[in-house]
């Protein structure tokens, strides 16, 4: 099968024919299925003789690569080339087939003449070359009539692609006052033509803007300066246009551009300067020191660390004040570092000097990086509290010194020209409890109170020196140590539990005993022990001083029993070493123990009974406990039966309404002021609250309160005697009738009151006025013997016992 192009294709192919005789020597030559029994009878002859390798072989196929032009834009699809077969005749019973990439959608052959065609517009961009199989069969019965073989369509590249800059816009940035020449950036486009094939991928670059300041490298697209000592401070910034143009700059070539943003940086290139040659401040004379007096600023044109500064003061200013540098604004920060006095120097002349921090020294000889300024502070007078010379003032007082003795004397002074006079006072805070006073005109101090030199040793006081302005006030200082005196006696210095073993010997050393003294000698404590004249001579023990501030009780006998004594009280003396010297006399308690063997003691006190034979401790702690059960159930019962009463009101579930509670307490008559109090009789005009028995305290409230008026109060001081008490009675008896929440309804109550010619008659509440104590009870005498008592009560007969009235 052979090809056929157009163009250029036809023209190689001319070239091929003349190559075609070394071809058929080689291996390009195909071998088709119908030159096969050829073949395989001229390889018989291969064996006899080298000749044979020389033979022409017939040849079916002769493939080479097509080649079509990207992005065609005609209406008529795109001949590509031509597929032949020796075995077509050209009477129809050969057809092509095609296959591979874009066999359908792109590329089309005709199946009679073997034409190809491309239908839709290709990029090189997007695939440079398609991998296409062709093969020849028998139309008839789609047998192979060729073996199938492969071909490459190559896609022509045409110039269509601009560069473009992928990094792009660009920033950089070059010191100022470069040099000529100084690489700046490299900037870099690509194109996407085929570099391989003519000049539609070879750039060359350009700048559009950004002359005369900077140029670049046509080939390379290094960006240098194109001027020498550039300034920052006049301009810092440029911005360029770069210009990349394919087909080597040539007129139709496609081009692209970017922008390169180029920032001067700064170097250090300016020296500081003040912007004034001298400053004036005024600060008051009280300003406290560590203050801030002044803040001066020298100026850079310059920034970040090539813009820090430092301060120095060169004249009057050392000692009295300092300059540090604000490292935020980069001013001069002048401090105060000693008190300000007016009276004493009123002004300060001083030379301040900016430096610059980091000194590029390539430019060292643009001139100094330094500035001076002048500063004046003058210093104004504020009326000050007084002052004392000596802020703090030691005193020291005996411990025994007298109330009103004069210890020391403290002194201030008016700093001020007026010189005021000095008044002293105490901080009373520092003397609570008026140790001492203070001379308010000469500054003496004296004792106010007795001084106790173990309870405070130290006095720290506060003194206070006022002028005539109270505001106005000056604090001094005084410590006042108090010195000690031998006041205080010597004592045990723990509270001592010697113990005696029964089995110890004669000589034998029980208790190493010290002493401690609140009071402090200089040359330090000295006791001395001894046993008071009284037990010098005793039996059992005796006391050895053991020059050490200690002494020892040691036995002068064996052979002690705890049956005979459990306990032994030993007084000692002791003296100390002060002048005058003090002595009290200790107690020391000895116990009498049983020890073992080694000197331990096993038990002390008193020698317990023994149990008898047969009981155990166990059994006698169960025959208490016993008895303590016992004891508490009877106190129990005896409890709850004290405590038991018979309620006055039965319990709701049962009918209350025909009980009759009696009252049989009889009074002693009116000389008995122990059965009720008669003041209640005697002050009847007193607010009475009707809605309360006074005999039983009751549950609920009252809902139906009995009406007062002023009016229907009766006025018991007009009345006389007789009709007092009933007049009372009365109304206590209608306070209880109209009470709901006072039990039982139908009570029988009994005023058992007894006096002289008494006309109180009944005071029984069934006889009341209320409406259910007028009802008739003769009923209750038909219902027979069990209402016999019933009917006496309720009826109309009356029974006089006792004097009352039931």
């Given at each position: 099968?052979?090809?056929?192009?157009?163009?250029?294709?036809?023209?190689?192919?001319?070239?091929?024919?003349?190559?075609?005789?070394?071809?058929?020597?080689?291996?390009?030559?195909?071998?088709?299925?119908?030159?096969?029994?050829?073949?395989?009878?001229?390889?018989?002859?291969?064996?006899?003789?080298?000749?044979?390798?020389?033979?022409?072989?017939?040849?079916?196929?002769?493939?080479?690569?097509?080649?079509?032009?990207?992005?065609?834009?005609?209406?008529?699809?795109?001949?590509?080339?031509?597929?032949?077969?020796?075995?077509?005749?050209?009477?129809?019973?050969?057809?092509?087939?095609?296959?591979?990439?874009?066999?359908?959608?792109?590329?089309?052959?005709?199946?009679?003449?073997?034409?190809?065609?491309?239908?839709?517009?290709?990029?090189?961009?997007?695939?440079?070359?398609?991998?296409?199989?062709?093969?020849?069969?028998?139309?008839?019965?789609?047998?192979?009539?060729?073996?199938?073989?492969?071909?490459?369509?190559?896609?022509?590249?045409?110039?269509?692609?601009?560069?473009?800059?992928?990094?792009?816009?660009?920033?950089?940035?070059?010191?100022?006052?470069?040099?000529?020449?100084?690489?700046?950036?490299?900037?870099?486009?690509?194109?996407?033509?085929?570099?391989?094939?003519?000049?539609?991928?070879?750039?060359?670059?350009?700048?559009?803007?950004?002359?005369?300041?900077?140029?670049?490298?046509?080939?390379?697209?290094?960006?240098?300066?194109?001027?020498?000592?550039?300034?920052?401070?006049?301009?810092?910034?440029?911005?360029?246009?770069?210009?990349?143009?394919?087909?080597?700059?040539?007129?139709?070539?496609?081009?692209?551009?970017?922008?390169?943003?180029?920032?001067?940086?700064?170097?250090?290139?300016?020296?500081?300067?003040?912007?004034?040659?001298?400053?004036?401040?005024?600060?008051?004379?009280?300003?406290?020191?560590?203050?801030?007096?002044?803040?001066?600023?020298?100026?850079?044109?310059?920034?970040?660390?090539?813009?820090?500064?430092?301060?120095?003061?060169?004249?009057?200013?050392?000692?009295?004040?300092?300059?540090?540098?604000?490292?935020?604004?980069?001013?001069?920060?002048?401090?105060?570092?000693?008190?300000?006095?007016?009276?004493?120097?009123?002004?300060?002349?001083?030379?301040?000097?900016?430096?610059?921090?980091?000194?590029?020294?390539?430019?060292?000889?643009?001139?100094?990086?330094?500035?001076?300024?002048s500063v004046k502070v003058t210093v104004e007078d504020v009326n000050e509290p007084p002052v004392f010379p000596t802020q703090l003032n030691k005193m020291v007082v005996s411990e025994d010194a007298r109330v009103g003795i004069s210890i020391g004397r403290v002194s201030a002074h008016d700093p001020?020209?007026?010189?005021?006079?000095?008044?002293?006072?105490?901080?009373?805070?520092?003397?609570?409890?008026?140790?001492?006073?203070?001379?308010?005109?000469?500054?003496?101090?004296?004792?106010?109170?007795?001084?106790?030199?173990?309870?405070?040793?130290?006095?720290?006081?506060?003194?206070?020196?006022?002028?005539?302005?109270?505001?106005?006030?000056?604090?001094?200082?005084?410590?006042?140590?108090?010195?000690?005196?031998?006041?205080?006696?010597?004592?045990?210095?723990?509270?001592?539990?010697?113990?005696?073993?029964?089995?110890?010997?004669?000589?034998?050393?029980?208790?190493?005993?010290?002493?401690?003294?609140?009071?402090?000698?200089?040359?330090?404590?000295?006791?001395?022990?001894?046993?008071?004249?009284?037990?010098?001579?005793?039996?059992?023990?005796?006391?050895?001083?053991?020059?050490?501030?200690?002494?020892?009780?040691?036995?002068?006998?064996?052979?002690?029993?705890?049956?005979?004594?459990?306990?032994?009280?030993?007084?000692?003396?002791?003296?100390?070493?002060?002048?005058?010297?003090?002595?009290?006399?200790?107690?020391?308690?000895?116990?009498?123990?049983?020890?073992?063997?080694?000197?331990?003691?096993?038990?002390?006190?008193?020698?317990?009974?023994?149990?008898?034979?047969?009981?155990?401790?166990?059994?006698?702690?169960?025959?208490?406990?016993?008895?303590?059960?016992?004891?508490?159930?009877?106190?129990?019962?005896?409890?709850?039966?004290?405590?038991?009463?018979?309620?006055?009101?039965?319990?709701?579930?049962?009918?209350?309404?025909?009980?009759?509670?009696?009252?049989?307490?009889?009074?002693?008559?009116?000389?008995?002021?122990?059965?009720?109090?008669?003041?209640?009789?005697?002050?009847?005009?007193?607010?009475?609250?009707?809605?309360?028995?006074?005999?039983?305290?009751?549950?609920?409230?009252?809902?139906?309160?009995?009406?007062?008026?002023?009016?229907?109060?009766?006025?018991?001081?007009?009345?006389?005697?007789?009709?007092?008490?009933?007049?009372?009675?009365?109304?206590?008896?209608?306070?209880?009738?109209?009470?709901?929440?006072?039990?039982?309804?139908?009570?029988?109550?009994?005023?058992?009151?007894?006096?002289?010619?008494?006309?109180?008659?009944?005071?029984?509440?069934?006889?009341?006025?209320?409406?259910?104590?007028?009802?008739?009870?003769?009923?209750?005498?038909?219902?027979?013997?069990?209402?016999?008592?019933?009917?006496?009560?309720?009826?109309?007969?009356?029974?006089?016992?006792?004097?009352?009235?039931?």
């Amino acid at each position: 099968m052979r090809w056929c192009g157009s163009g250029s294709v036809w023209r190689a192919g001319a070239l091929l024919a003349l190559l075609l005789p070394l071809w058929e020597l080689g291996c390009w030559g195909l071998i088709s299925a119908s030159g096969a029994s050829g073949t395989q009878n001229r390889a018989q002859h291969t064996a006899g003789g080298p000749w044979e390798l020389l033979r022409r072989h017939k040849r079916s196929w002769v493939w080479n690569q097509f080649f079509v032009l990207e992005e065609y834009t005609g209406e008529e699809p795109l001949y590509v080339g031509k597929l032949h077969s020796d075995v077509d005749k050209g009477d129809g019973k050969v057809k092509y087939v095609l296959s591979g990439e874009g066999s359908t959608s792109i590329f089309t052959i005709d199946e009679n003449t073997g034409d190809i065609h491309a239908t839709k517009r290709l990029d090189r961009e997007e695939q440079a070359y398609y991998t296409l199989q062709a093969q020849a069969v028998d139309r008839l019965t789609n047998i192979p009539v060729e073996p199938r073989s492969e071909f490459v369509v190559k896609v022509q590249d045409i110039n269509d692609n601009e560069p473009k800059f992928l990094d792009g816009p660009y920033m950089a940035g070059v010191p100022e006052m470069s040099a000529l020449g100084t690489t700046v950036v490299q900037v870099a486009a690509t194109d996407a033509d085929d570099p391989t094939y003519g000049n539609s991928a070879r750039v060359v670059y350009s700048i559009i803007s950004g002359q005369p300041y900077f140029s670049v490298d046509p080939k390379t697209g290094v960006v240098r300066t194109a001027l020498p000592n550039m300034d920052r401070e006049v301009k810092d910034q440029y911005v360029l246009v770069i210009q990349a143009k394919d087909m080597v700059g040539q007129m139709g070539g496609l081009s692209g551009t970017t922008s390169v943003t180029v920032t001067l940086t700064d170097v250090n290139d300016n020296p500081p300067r003040f912007s004034r040659k001298n400053y004036q401040y005024m600060v008051l004379e009280s300003l406290p020191v560590a203050s801030v007096v002044a803040r001066v600023k020298a100026l850079d044109n310059d920034i970040g660390p090539n813009a820090e500064m430092e301060y120095r003061i060169m004249e009057d200013g050392p000692g009295v004040f300092n300059i540090t540098t604000d490292e935020d604004t980069q001013e001069g920060i002048i401090i105060l570092q000693k008190p300000l006095d007016f009276e004493t120097k009123n002004s300060f002349n001083l030379r301040i000097e900016a430096t610059n921090r980091n000194i590029d020294p390539a430019f060292v000889h643009l001139g100094s990086f330094s500035d001076t300024t002048s500063v004046k502070v003058t210093v104004e007078d504020v009326n000050e509290p007084p002052v004392f010379p000596t802020q703090l003032n030691k005193m020291v007082v005996s411990e025994d010194a007298r109330v009103g003795i004069s210890i020391g004397r403290v002194s201030a002074h008016d700093p001020d020209s007026s010189n005021s006079a000095i008044r002293y006072s105490i901080d009373r805070n520092t003397d609570l409890e008026r140790f001492f006073n203070v001379d308010a005109l000469s500054g003496v101090i004296s004792t106010a109170k007795p001084l106790d030199r173990e309870v405070n040793s130290v006095h720290n006081l506060t003194i206070l020196a006022m002028e005539n302005d109270p505001t106005q006030v000056g604090k001094g200082f005084a410590v006042i140590t108090v010195l000690d005196i031998n006041d205080n006696p010597p004592v045990f210095a723990i509270e001592y539990e010697t113990l005696l073993c029964e089995n110890a010997a004669p000589g034998q050393v029980i208790q190493t005993i010290s002493a401690v003294d609140k009071d402090e000698p200089p040359s330090g404590h000295r006791f001395y022990f001894a046993l008071p004249p009284s037990v010098a001579s005793n039996s059992n023990f005796t006391l050895r001083d053991n020059k050490d501030n200690t002494a020892s009780i040691v036995t002068k006998r064996g052979g002690f029993r705890r049956r005979e004594q459990v306990l032994y009280r030993l007084p000692v003396l002791i003296v100390d070493s002060g002048s005058p010297a003090l002595s009290s006399t200790n107690t020391l308690s000895v116990s009498v123990c049983d020890c073992d063997s080694d000197g331990v003691a096993q038990s002390c006190g008193a020698v317990a009974y023994t149990l008898p034979a047969g009981l155990s401790t166990g059994a006698l702690v169960a025959i208490l406990g016993c008895i303590i059960t016992l004891l508490v159930m009877v106190l129990l019962i005896v409890s709850m039966r004290r405590r038991k009463k018979e309620p006055l009101i039965l319990e709701e579930e049962r009918d209350v309404r025909e009980n009759i509670v009696r009252y049989d307490d009889e009074g002693g008559g009116e000389e008995d002021t122990e059965a009720f109090d008669m003041v209640a009789l005697r002050n009847l005009n007193v607010i009475r609250d009707p809605k309360v028995r006074r005999d039983v305290t009751p549950d609920t409230p009252t809902f139906f309160p009995y009406p007062r008026s002023s009016s229907s109060l009766p006025v018991y001081k007009t009345l006389p005697d007789n009709v007092v008490f009933r007049e009372f009675i009365w109304d206590r008896l209608k306070d209880a009738d109209v009470d709901p929440s006072a039990p039982p309804y139908d009570s029988l109550q009994t005023y058992a009151f007894e006096g002289n010619g008494s006309v109180a008659e009944s005071l029984s509440s069934l006889e009341s006025l209320s409406t259910d104590s007028e009802q008739n009870y003769d009923y209750l005498s038909n219902w027979g013997p069990r209402f016999k008592k019933l009917a006496d009560l309720y009826g109309d007969g009356k029974k006089i016992n006792n004097g009352n009235v039931l």
